[in-house]
């Protein structure tokens, strides 16, 4: 499928201070609408969307204010985007933006996920979150994106599964999709290869439903942390005199942690081959040592003051 024959796409910039969002918006529209940062301050202040232009004219492209380590302003921005994403329909895909000169995927942009989790709860949500890697400068070599690919894979995917664990349950397997942009090559130089993936991108989310809020009336996350407690209990199964054989269970059960501050505990269950055997020698019992008798002294009767 060629791009010009997209239509109808709608999309969600997320991510961090600076990290791109507004460069990659007005680089997938063709269009400068977004205000791009020129200075350290935050610039995006506030939720907005556009469509592009040409043959991006159906594409609808929804920037966001950097999210940022104050966890205060970050609780004001985080419900003024909450509240313009619940006003849209038919968005279809949420694109988290990181910079390819950083890796980490902040605590700040995982809230923010849950948070529009939690707005869709749709099954099958964490099929519309894909990544774009910004600032992937068009000179840099083909080795070199292949072995942060690698890297980043690693670093970003078992945070992502762990995000769907703590939220929505879906199978584990969801390949999150990553695209690698320059979003501001410097001029006259060969950007063939973030078009491209902008194409990939634009395909990926054309194929995407929007992602319906209706399917589910009650939100589906409940928990804004679960953490996995263990603990060993061991029974004695078998015993003679010399030996003692012990089982030991590994039990395992969760503490979720209610966006209300509530914590509740699930039952204890044993893990997955969490049993095992474990024989012990009885310690040999020490030969008892007599003490020594002292001779009796009667201090009654026998003694005779002269
Ligand atoms: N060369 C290059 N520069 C980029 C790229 N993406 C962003 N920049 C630069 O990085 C700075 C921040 O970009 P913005 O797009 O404003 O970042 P933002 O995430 O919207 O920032 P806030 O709205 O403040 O959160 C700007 O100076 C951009 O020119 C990129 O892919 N390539
Ligand atoms: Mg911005």
């Known amino acids: 499928m060629s791009v010009g024959e997209i239509k109808d796409t709608k999309m969600i910039l997320i991510g961090g201070i600076g990290d791109g969002k507004s460069s990659l918006g007005n680089y997938i529209l063709k269009k400068r609408v977004f205000g791009e940062r020129t200075e350290e301050?935050?610039?995006?202040?506030?939720?907005?969307?556009?469509?592009?232009?040409?043959?991006?004219?159906?594409?609808?492209?929804?920037?966001?204010?950097g999210l940022q380590d104050s966890v205060e302003v970050n609780e004001n921005r985080l419900s003024y985007v909450i509240e313009y994403i619940k006003e849209q329909q038919g968005v279809q895909a949420i694109v988290i933006?990181?910079?390819?000169?950083?890796?980490?995927?902040?605590?700040?942009?995982?809230?923010m996920l849950k948070l529009i989790c939690?707005?869709?709860?749709?099954?099958?949500?964490?099929?519309?979150?894909?990544?774009?890697?910004?600032?992937?400068?068009?000179?840099?070599?083909?080795?070199?994106?292949?072995?942060?690919?690698?890297?980043?894979?690693?670093?970003?995917l078992p945070e992502l599964k762990k995000l769907i664990k703590e939220t929505t349950r879906d199978g584990e397997c969801i390949e999150f999709p990553m695209y690698f942009v320059d979003s501001l090559p410097d001029e006259g130089s060969d950007n063939a290869?973030?078009?491209?993936?902008?194409?990939?991108?634009?395909?990926?989310?054309?194929?995407?439903?929007?992602?319906?809020?209706?399917?589910?009336?009650?939100?589906?996350?409940?928990?804004?942390?679960i953490e996995t407690e263990e603990k060993e209990v061991t029974e004695v199964?078998?015993?003679?005199?010399?030996?003692?054989?012990?089982r030991i269970d590994c039990k395992i059960r969760e503490k979720r942690t209610g966006y209300d501050g509530e914590i509740t505990y699930t039952e204890w269950k044993l893990k997955p081959n969490g049993?095992?055997?474990?024989?012990?020698?009885?310690?040999?019992?020490?030969?008892?040592?007599k003490e020594p008798q002292k001779p009796e002294v009667n201090d009654s009767s026998d003694c005779h003051i002269l």
């Open 118 to 156: 939690n707005v869709f709860p749709t099954e099958g949500f964490w099929e519309h979150v894909c990544i774009v890697w910004t600032k992937c400068y068009n000179y840099t070599s083909e080795e070199v994106i292949e072995t942060q690919i690698k890297t980043k894979k690693e670093k970003v």
């Open 237 to 246: 199964v078998e015993a003679n005199d010399r030996n003692i054989k012990l």
């Open 275 to 289: 049993s095992y055997y474990k024989t012990e020698t009885r310690p040999t019992p020490k030969p008892e040592i």
């Open 193 to 225: 290869r973030s078009e491209k993936e902008i194409e990939r991108l634009l395909t990926w989310s054309y194929h995407l439903t929007p992602i319906n809020k209706k399917r589910n009336e009650k939100p589906l996350i409940k928990y804004k942390s």
């Open 41 to 65: 301050s935050p610039k995006t202040q506030e939720t907005v969307g556009f469509n592009g232009e040409a043959d991006r004219k159906n594409i609808f492209v929804i920037d966001t204010p």
């Open 97 to 111: 933006v990181l910079n390819f000169n950083k890796e980490v995927l902040s605590e700040n942009i995982k809230t």
